[in-house]
């Protein structure tokens, strides 16, 4: 996605859209509102091209966030608002940038959000950030740290004010932290919690970053943990059913699913089924979404089916693969 693309969607960089923050700059409610406008244009963006390639927009938009908190002017209800406001983009920063493999900078943006949700007393920021650095323990596979994290996460979803659904995150991330452990009983019990989080209370009230908490979500969280955990026909079973009825307005998750289904299939040894779905991974990506995410396990899969070069369709992805 081209710096015009961005303009389009109005998350141009600071400089590009000439939003300097000076000494004494005069902050008002309508500076918050343009800062959680931006968190949401962007969280629409990652769920259709991933985080690859706006990342850095994310980021200047929470340092200006920062840069008005430093800098500006304003009253004590305000302040509460922005701190809030930028612990959000300092999540949507995280996020992308985990999105994108930037782990130290992910890391770090998350740990930001950390600090500004607690001051804001914000539950739903605190909760992200602490979720968000669970899944990314996940996904570098150091499963116990994401528990800590993901333990964190549960308790800061109980906050005052906190909705309901917020409490499913936290469970995902503890499924997956269990299952990497090895604890399939900790991984079922976790993701039952998430199902009864969301039956209780599913509208996350217009947030666009919450937009892909479903049960279809729980059950691709689901579906992981049982291919972590050697479930193989379970995971195909979830992932397949999922992915049929998935939203189609986030291809990137969709890609996301895509792939670990490609995993689930050579697990049973259904290389030309992993071929077929390999090929609509790489239709996804040619569909302009760019994710470190997806194109990691991509190239796994590539690797694996490269070890069967008798059968037809695995060799023609293959091909297909380094070509691209």
Not at 218 to 245: N, Q, S, Y
Not at 267 to 280: F, K, L, P, S, Y
């Amino acid at each position: 996605m081209r710096r015009r693309t961005l303009m389009k969607w109005g998350v141009a960089t600071t400089a590009v859209a000439g939003l300097g923050v000076g000494a004494g700059t005069t902050v008002g409610l309508a500076d918050v509102r343009r800062l959680r406008d931006s968190a949401a244009r962007l969280h629409g963006l990652d769920q259709r091209h991933g985080g690859e390639t706006i990342w850095r927009a994310a980021l200047d938009h929470a340092r200006e966030g920062t840069g008005l908190l430093e800098y500006g002017s304003y009253n004590s209800i305000v302040e509460r608002q922005l701190l809030a406001a930028t612990g959000r983009l300092q999540v949507c920063a995280g996020w992308l940038a985990l999105d994108a493999g930037e782990h130290r900078l992910a890391r770090i943006c998350l740990g930001e959000a950390l600090v500004l949700g607690r001051q804001a007393r914000d539950p739903i920021v605190e909760t992200r950030a602490l979720s968000n650095l669970a899944f990314q323990a996940n996904v570098l596979d150091r499963p116990r740290e994401a528990q800590r994290f993901a333990l964190g996460a549960e308790q800061a979803a109980t906050g005052s004010g906190a909705p309901a659904w917020l409490a499913a995150i936290p469970q995902l991330r503890l499924a997956e932290s269990s299952s990497g452990t090895g604890d399939a009983r900790d991984a079922d019990r976790a993701i039952g919690r998430a199902y009864s989080a969301l039956e209780r209370d599913s509208d996350t009230a217009g947030e666009e970053w919450a937009v892909f908490l479903t049960p279809a979500e729980v059950d691709c969280v689901a579906a992981t943990c049982a291919l972590k955990l050697g479930r193989g026909a379970e995971a195909e079973r979830l992932l397949e059913r999922t992915i049929a009825g998935y939203e189609r307005r986030m291809p990137r998750n969709l890609a996301t699913w895509r792939v670990r289904l490609a995993g689930a299939r050579l697990d049973r040894g259904a290389v030309d089924g992993a071929a077929e779905t390999a090929h609509q991974v790489l239709d996804d990506l040619a569909g302009h979404v760019a994710s470190w995410r997806v194109t990691s396990k991509l190239d796994d899969i590539a690797t694996r089916l490269a070890a069967f070069p008798d059968v037809p369709e695995a060799s023609a992805f293959v091909d297909r693969y380094r070509a691209a």
